[in-house]
T-cell receptor, first 109, second 112 residues
Framework: EDQVTQSPEALRLQEGESSSLNCSYT??????LFWYRQDPGKGPEFLFT???AGEEKEKERLKATLTKKESFLHITAPKPEDSATYLC??????????FGAGTRLTVKP | NAGVTQTPKFRVLKTGQSMTLLCAQD?????MYWYRQDPGMGLRLIHY???????AKGEVPDGYNVSRLKKQNFLLGLESAAPSQTSVYFC???????????FGPGTRLTVT
């Protein structure tokens, strides 16, 4: 069955404490892997797209990487404003789209 | 640019009632999507459209219908609401497939 699994479900960090979020997928015909950030009560906001294994993208304190079966979102020296739910999504076959349940990140000052 | 807008923001329905959710985008995007988001389950694709006049089923289409009569608008209809359709509904649009999606602010629907 096509699945996208994110871990951990929740992560609490101290400000400045770096960590990584994981997104593993079991779909065939990957067309793209997307990372989004979602703040409470709002719609998801696009962060990165990765298309092939080995690809990396960076934006401020965030860096996304992709292998054949998983993606990591690395957060370096996080700040309280990085607190949010981070969603991973995969597009596969032609237009099939599957989201993970998300990782809820809390960064304490 | 307003981006993607959704109306209404909140709605309470009784079981069996019908309603239509409206999504509008001003980015001239070809693709539009409707998702529902439930606690612990992530976003699930209901229906999508690859262009004006087209619609296609997603992962959870039962109980919903959609129409895309104009490129900028995508309507989601519930003909006979059920408590299982209580959820937050998000609309999104993208330039084409394999590109990032831009999401609206969501509609919180409660069916009693």
């Amino acid at each position: 069955e096509d699945q996208v699994t994110q871990s951990p479900e929740a992560l609490r960090l101290q400000e400045g404490e770096s960590s990584s979020l994981n997104c593993s997928y079991t779909v065939s015909g990957l067309r793209g892997l997307f990372w989004y950030r979602q703040d409470p009560g709002k719609g998801p906001e696009f962060l990165f797209t990765l298309y092939s294994a080995g690809e990396e993208k960076e934006k401020e304190r965030l860096k996304a990487t992709l292998t054949k079966k998983e993606s990591f979102l690395h957060i370096t020296a996080p700040k309280p404003e990085d607190s949010a739910t981070y969603l991973c999504a995969v597009q596969y076959n032609n237009n099939d789209m599957r989201f993970g349940a998300g990782t809820r990140l809390t960064v304490k000052p | 640019n307003a981006g993607v807008t959704q109306t209404p923001k909140f709605r309470v329905l009784k079981t069996g009632q019908s309603m239509t959710l409206l999504c509008a985008q001003d980015m001239n995007h070809e693709y539009m999507y409707w998702y529902r988001q439930d606690p612990g389950m992530g976003l699930r694709l209901i229906h999508y459209s690859v262009g004006e006049g087209t619609t296609a089923k997603g992962e959870v289409p039962d109980g919903y219908n959609v129409s895309r009569l104009k490129k900028q608008n995508f309507l989601l209809g519930l003909e006979s609401a059920a408590p299982s359709q209580t959820s937050v509904y998000f609309c999104a649009s993208s330039r084409t497939n394999n590109y990032e999606q831009y999401f609206g602010p969501g509609t919180r629907l409660t069916v009693t």
